[in-house]
């Protein structure tokens, strides 16, 4: 079996995992699952204090997380969201040794160690994280991987400084650029947001400063979705590029992640959902497909047409 082989194998054993009912899981890591539900449900939300811990991921690469988050890739070795299986089925299809990726709000860095991986020793992997916490842990990740170069930044429009929002334990994937983003959610009354200011990057200075002429682009950056791709408004017309980014439902057809389609569509980029087996689909009403889908949100792939 070789090294491919081996990777898809684990992958469908992960995600068999990822999943299976709470009974099955529970199967699976009998002492593990037990002890991380205890953690997450009875002693952080006491302390309000994360413990950082070591996960193995399916594609062999130790990753370090501050419980409650990655529990699921401490348990499966994946992330285990339906819209995460998915993307990464697509990364590990679409990425090929030598290839450019670049991931905007890495966090943690999961899909940096699978861009890292698939991109080999010839590739290159740019992380962009603004996060306080996030950037040291993304920065540790990355550390034993020389095709992962790192960036304690966000990505905008803008050159210089931006405010950026921060939040503890389990909503620190929700850290934003935009004020007040979750002012109507009922977490955001029980968490202590801390305000930074960062300095920004522009996708397009990092595609010239390094030559780029392709790249796999995936876009998370809550609600700054819009800036990113503004300044990358030089390299999309140019440049061979795939862009992944999260899209969320709304009933605004002046939201932020609506204007983001509509900059895709002026450059001739077309929106395609991921299939559960990582292949593509392409959309002609991404609302209609999250409604028929029973969606909220969801990765989606734009390529040029």
């Known amino acids: 079996m070789n090294e491919k082989e081996d990777s898809t194998n684990n992958m469908i054993l992960a995600e068999k995992k990822a999943r299976s009912s709470k009974l099955r899981k529970l199967f699976y890591s009998p002492v593990s699952y037990p002890l991380l539900l205890s953690f997450n449900k009875l002693i952080y939300p006491f302390l309000k204090k994360g413990i950082v811990v070591t996960a193995k991921t399916f594609f062999h690469q130790p990753f370090k997380t501050r419980l409650p988050a990655g529990t699921d890739i401490i348990l499966h070795g994946i992330k285990s969201h339906d819209s995460e299986i998915r993307l990464t089925k697509f990364l590990v299809n679409e990425i090929k040794p030598g290839d450019t990726f670049i991931d905007v709000g890495a966090h ?51 050159a210089g ?16 650029t935009v004020e007040n983003a979750y002012f109507d959610t009922p977490w955001i009354k029980h968490v202590n947001e801390t305000v930074n200011r960062v300095e920004t990057i522009l996708l397009d200075d990092l595609m010239d400063a390094n030559q780029l002429t392709k790249a796999t682009i995936k876009i998370d950056a809550e609600g700054g979705e819009l800036a990113v791709l503004k300044g990358l408004g030089k390299s999309l017309p140019e440049k061979d590029l795939i862009v992944i980014m999260e899209y969320l439902i709304s009933p605004d057809s ?49 390529l040029k047409g």
């Open 254 to 302: 002046d939201s932020l992640h609506h204007q983001a389609v509509r900059l895709f569509k002026k450059y001739n980029y077309l929106p395609h959902a991921i299939q559960p087996d990582g292949s593509l689909v392409l959309l002609h009403d991404i609302d209609l497909y999250l409604k028929e889908s029973n969606l909220d949100s969801d990765n989606l792939v734009f």
């Open 161 to 176: 400084e931006i405010t950026f929002y921060e939040y503890p334990g389990p909503y620190a994937e929700y850290n934003t």
């Open 108 to 158: 943690y860095g999961y899909y940096a160690l699978l861009g890292s991986t698939l991109v080999g020793k010839n590739g290159v992997v740019h992380a962009i994280e603004p996060a306080v916490d996030s950037f040291a842990l993304l920065r540790e990740n990355a550390a034993s991987h020389p095709n992962i170069r790192t960036y304690k930044n966000a990505a905008s429009n803008l």
